[in-house]
């Protein structure tokens, strides 16, 4: 057990129980003692739900960095590849096996697929004329990782950047299937609002998934009553701003050095950006940033968070500040460029109108009087600024939605709701003063201080709604922006 | 109730056989059943008919007929043979009709006369011909057993996983031998036989004489051989008339019985049930059939037909002409029940229910004596039990009455068994009705299981029987209704007579949302039976891609995969269709069919950019998609080629694509870029040193900490760096050069763009405040405060301070007063603030 997920309202301890069983099932088919090939990008993942003790106790007695070239030696029965279902992947790893040693005792090969097994990789390993040596191929839905006891990640780094400047899917698929997952551990959530074309993408995979396992009737009761599914890339906002939570900050400044005194020069920018002073000219912050070199991924920061501030620069000040970076950090950063304008973040102005202080007065997203001692209000999480996603959930728990349709059509994607009928026996009857669980699902990411601002609202006394928190990757703006760029060499 | 036992026969002191009719027969036999092969199913299974026109002498001119009927002699097919010679006729398990030919060829055919599939019993069975078959079951499935000509044995114990096992040769063996059968031991297949006075046992590796023990002495042949339902026990017929009943290990004798009939018998089989209290065998002869166990006398009747036997798990079943009768072994309930004058607790329960219903007080009398006795609930048990062993529904219903009753004078007795047995009684009754014709026994039932009965009905196309079977059981949908419509659906669509659409929506509206039916596994059928269209109808109603796709690319409708795959959202799944495509089209179609698809487009160019770097630009090109184009060859500039002159060609391209574009920022700060790079290598060229890949910045910032002032000036004036940026260029290299006397000589070449502060900034930064405090002089009014607080100098910043009467500075001014030393001038701004605010 692990407490520190069974605290909430929902309890995620039953969604580790869940996947560790899973885990210890597939170790169990594979007799006898084994090492773990690591693709490393899981071990972070695999460690918040099973511990080396776990892996010991089912005869792991060795584990190694997936690498090329031969196996190191080790003196055991078989050999599981823990993979991710990708192509390069599936190279080095028949690299190892051919490579393998035939002289030596036989050893049985398995791959363990996470999150989803692959035709793809499993054609290309035929290919390569190894598909027959692995005796499992199985795959591991590890798609929802428990965090804490409201907050679940799939800590897929690239899934913002695959699903809004790459049009890959992929992650929204594996976003369904951990839902689908949830759903089956929970109950069939009864509501599905949602804000974006990724949620709606995710929306009818669940829909469409549902009806591919209509015949094993969820009899649970629903612990969830709402799920909120919102893109990224209806609040690129927020997480441009630097985040104020302790947990924010920590995020924010550990690995950066900054001086106190510049730290409140960028504050005092982004404050002014947020609340609509001058985001339509050059910043002289932003340009000084330029002239003395600061980490490039700082001046994006600042420069995005303009443009979004003003619904897009005009031209020429674009023009300006990307000539100034090329300049300054050199002409390969083009692409950067141009990806962060592909998803959004930094663009030209079009039809000349901002929407910005539309969005900013009807959302309230700029409250002048925050009280961060004993908070009032989300704002508090970036002193003064309240995050435009958490506000959108709010909105929809109270009043609703339709009070801001106006803002919601502003705003990129389609806004929708779907009912998922339930048999009367599951149909919950709320007792006075009980409050709804909603299911907020972040898709592209979320920030600590989007969380702090959802757990306040949590622990409001009348605020009648408790949030459970999902995401395909915890990040900051730093961490974001970085995913985006391209460095050719 | 003594009409009731009327046709109970004891044998012996301890067992009853009684014998009933199931059906009266009304089948249409044009042939009588001796003249036929036969086979009957065990399971109240179908009867096989088959004139053997191949026993006789007679020309085999006209074509034999294949018949089968239900057990209540409905007919189910029908068909001229038109094979070969057959020598035997059997059922496998799974109710399929195994026909072995002379030439050891088994033709399979369905429970309609379909045929399924054939097989052969081997090269050597095919050399000497098929003497005799036998069909056999065994817990892994139905199995042949063959005699050859040779008098040699080959058989197979599944015909699902045929495997051909030839038997060890018995040594000296001239002739047939004059009866044999299978044995079923240890899970291992043999076969008994009988030479004249001598028995063999074959196993797969050797043949062993064997002896059963206690027989009597003077056999010299034997004439009939019988296993038990169940391989556990054997008869033997002797050519005196005697019978041995023992185990069928032949190490233990049960009894014997001579019955002085020294002809041959017609067929013997074992009549027993699980838990029997006798072991008996039924022999039947032409117009006699007799019932013999460990008992002195035997049971005989009389045979008015021509009869034939069917062994089942608890009796036997006997069809001729007219009539299908059951005969077995009276059930120990329904004997404790019936038997005359019998005092058990459920004979009184049934008793007080019958007078309770005539409303006479003796009820209450024998209800009494059974609650004194304390067997109530034995006797409601009993009279449950004893109702499932019943034929007859006035019978079935007697006794549950008499449960019922019973139970109402019982405080906790747990209703599952008496409602179970209710519910099994009524699905008894209705396969038994002769429309259906399956008459199973309770016990058999249970045997056979309910997913088993279900298989049969669908086997039967009794689709709405085997549905209102399970929504009246309220079995899940997946094991019940939905596996059932699906196997519906799945004959639906060999109907060939019918229209694709109207199969299609036939089967759509019978299955519509079906939980658990798979659209998939039926449109495969489609396909199977050539029918391609359906099966894409059919697929349509597939929720499931991952079942679509697979089955679409089979079908060549790679593009139509294409789009399912998009649907589902499954990526990979995409990838995969993909993929195939490309083997399959040729490039510029794969091409189109990517450009309708701008998910799978996207998709594909991701691959691409990872595997195939070459076709990703021909992607572009088709597209005309010029702002991807340019990017791809700014990678590629930096990607491959070393030399400058590659890379600026490379860089070019990107510009020309960015011009094509409309994308003129992007192609200005591609040229800007080419004269750079040119540039750079110029100079590291001219003064050595590392320049190429440098940022503008960076190279002017080199040239600066180089000493080449000029050369820094004229790319700032050449590139337009603008004045700001370039005098933090210079102030911060020149401070990192600590060359003071030419930042000083800089700040003064012309008035500050950038204002003093960041030179006092700098110099602080460097540690040198004597330098600082120069510029600190010069800072505009506005900044003056922070760079006096910068340098010290607190005194003088108080004084501006206080001159600008600005409040947020003499703040700012307070909190840099530490100490003693500032004591004074926290002093002299605490005053100026009293003083301002008395104004």
Known sequence: MAAHLSYGRVNLNVLREAVRRELREFLDKCAGSKAIVWDEYLTGPFGLIAQYSLLKEHEVEKMFTLKGSRLPAADVKNIIFFVRPRLELMDIIAENVLSEDRRGPTRDFHILFVPRRSLLCEQRLKDLGVLGSFIHRDEYSLDLIPFDGDLLSMESEGAFKECYLESDQTSLYHAAKGLMTLQALYGTIPQIFGKGECARQVANMMIRMKREFTGSQNSIFPVFDNLLLLDRNVDLLTPLATQLTYEGLIDEIYGIQNTSEDFFDKLTAEQEFMSGVDTDKVNSYIEDCIAQKHPLIKVLRLVCLQSVCNSGLKQKVLDYYKREILQTYGYEHILTLYNLEKVGLLKPQTGGRNNYPTIRKTLRLWMDDVNEQNPTDISYVYSGYAPLSVRLAQLLSRPGWRSIEEVLRILPGPHFEERQPLPTGLQKKRQPGENRVTLIFFLGGVTFAEIAALRFLSQLEDGGTEYVIATTKLMNGASWIESLMEKPF | ?839
Not at chain 2, 390 to 416: I, N, T, V, Y
Not at chain 2, 546 to 573: C, F, N, Y
């Open chain 2, 1 to 839: 109730m003594d009409c009731y036992t009327a046709n109970w026969n004891p044998l012996g002191d301890s067992a009853f056989y009684r014998k009933y009719e199931l059906y009266s027969m009304d089948w249409d036999l044009k042939e009588e059943l001796r003249d036929c092969l036969v086979a009957a199913a065990p399971y109240g299974g179908p009867i096989a008919l088959l004139r053997n026109p191949w026993r006789k002498e007679k020309a085999a001119s006209v074509r034999p007929v294949l018949e089968i009927y239900s057990a209540s002699g409905l007919p189910l097919a029908s068909l001229l043979w038109k094979s070969g010679p057959v020598v035997s006729l059997g059922w496998s398990a799974e109710e399929e009709l195994l026909c072995v030919q002379e030439d050891g060829v088994v033709l399979v055919y369905g429970l309609h006369g379909d045929f399924r599939r054939h097989f052969s019993m081997g090269n050597e069975v095919l050399q000497n011909r098929v003497l005799d078959a036998r069909i056999f079951h065994t817990e892994f499935g139905s199995g042949v057993a063959i005699l050859t000509g040779a008098h040699r044995f080959t058989l197979s114990a599944n015909v699902g996983d045929l495997k051909l096992r030839r038997m060890p040769e018995v040594p000296g063996l001239q002739s047939a031998p004059s009866c044999w059968t299978t044995l079923c031991q240890d899970r291992v297949a043999h076969i008994l036989l009988a030479v004249g006075p001598d028995l063999y046992l074959l196993d797969h590796a050797a043949c062993s004489a064997v002896t059963p023990p206690g027989l009597a002495p003077g056999v010299s042949s034997f004439l009939q051989m019988a296993v038990s339902f169940t391989y556990r026990h054997l008869a033997l017929f002797t050519d005196t008339g005697y019978i041995w009943m023992g185990t069928a290990s032949l190490k233990e004798k049960l009894c014997e019985f001579n019955c002085n009939i020294r002809a041959p018998p017609k067929q013997m089989v074992w009549c027993s049930r699980p838990r029997s209290k006798e072991r008996a065998v039924v022999v039947a002869w032409e117009r006699r059939l007799m019932v013999v166990g460990d008992a002195p006398e035997s049971i005989q009747f009389v045979l008015d037909e021509d009869s034939y036997l069917v062994p089942e798990l608890d009796g036997v079943r006997i069809f001729s002409h007219s009539t299908h009768e059951f005969l077995h072994e009276v059930p120990v309930a329904s004997e404790e029940i019936f038997k005359i004058a019998s005092m058990a607790p459920g004979a009184l329960l049934l008793e007080a229910q019958k007078e309770y219903e005539k409303e006479s007080q003796k009820a209450d009398e024998y209800l009494r004596e059974i609650q004194e006795l304390g067997q109530l609930t034995q006797a409601v048990q009993q009279c449950i039990e004893a109702a499932g062993h019943e034929h007859r529904p006035d019978m079935q219903k007697s006794l549950l009455r008499a449960a019922s009753f019973g139970k109402c004078f019982l405080d906790r007795f747990p209703p599952d068994s008496f409602v179970r047995m209710c519910q099994d009684l009524r699905v008894l009754n209705a396969i038994r009705d002769y429309h259906i014709g399956i008459p199973l026994t309770y016990s058999q039932y249970k045997q056979l299981t309910i997913q088993v009965l279900l298989d049969r009905l669908v086997l039967r196309r009794l689709y709405p029987l085997a549905i209102q079977i399970c929504e009246y059981l309220r079995l899940p949908e997946v094991q019940g209704v939905s596996r059932i419509l699906a196997h519906w659906a799945c004959y639906k669509v060999q109907q060939k007579d019918v229209s694709d659409e109207d199969v299609a929506r036939a089967i759509n509206q019978k299955l519509g949302d079906t939980p658990g039916v798979s659209y998939s596994d039926i449109a495969a059928r489609a396909y199977g039976c050539g029918r391609t269209e359906l099966a894409i109808k059919l697929l349509e109603y597939e929720p499931r891609s991952g079942e679509q796709v697979p089955l679409l690319l089979k079908m060549k409708r790679s593009k139509l995969a294409l789009s399912k795959a998009i649907e589902s959202g499954d990526t990979d799944l995409v990838f995969t269709v993909l993929l195939h495509l490309k083997n399959e089209l040729n490039r510029g179609d794969f091409f189109m069919t990517l450009r309708n698809q701008p998910m799978a487009l996207s998709l594909y160019r991701q691959f691409c950019k990872h595997q195939e770097l070459e076709t990703l630009k021909d992607l572009y090109n088709q597209d005309d998609n010029h702002q991807e184009l340019g990017s791809f060859h700014i990678r590629a500039s930096y990607a491959a080629e070393e030399r400058i002159e590659g890379r600026v060609a490379a860089l070019q391209s990107a510009a020309d694509a960015f011009y094509k574009a409309k994308n003129e920022f992007a192609a200005k700060a591609t040229e800007d870029q080419m004269r750079l790079l040119r540039l750079q290598r110029r100079l590291e060229d001219e003064l050595g040193g590392h320049f190429v890949d440098l940022s503008l910045h960076d190279t002017v910032t080199t040239l600066v900490l180089g000493g080449h002032s000029k050369r820094a000036e004229q790319l700032a004036r050449d590139f337009r760096i603008p004045d700001k940026r370039l005098w933090w260029l210079k102030l911060t290299a020149l401070a990192d050069l600590e060359d003071w006397e030419e930042l000083e000589k800089f700040s003064k070449s012309k008035k500050s763009p950038i204002g003093y502060l960041p030179f006092v900034e700098i110099c602080m930064k460097q540690h040198n405040k004597y330098e600082a405090k120069k510029y600190a002089s010069r800072v505009g009014p506005e900044q003056k405060v922070k760079a006096l607080l910068l340098v010290g100098d607190v005194a003088q910043a108080a004084d501006v301070a206080i001159e600008h009467r600005n409040e947020a500075e003499l703040t700012l001014v307070l909190s840099h007063c530490t100490g003693a030393t500032d004591a004074a001038t926290a002093d002299k701004i605490q005053r100026a603030r009293a003083q301002a605010q008395k104004k």
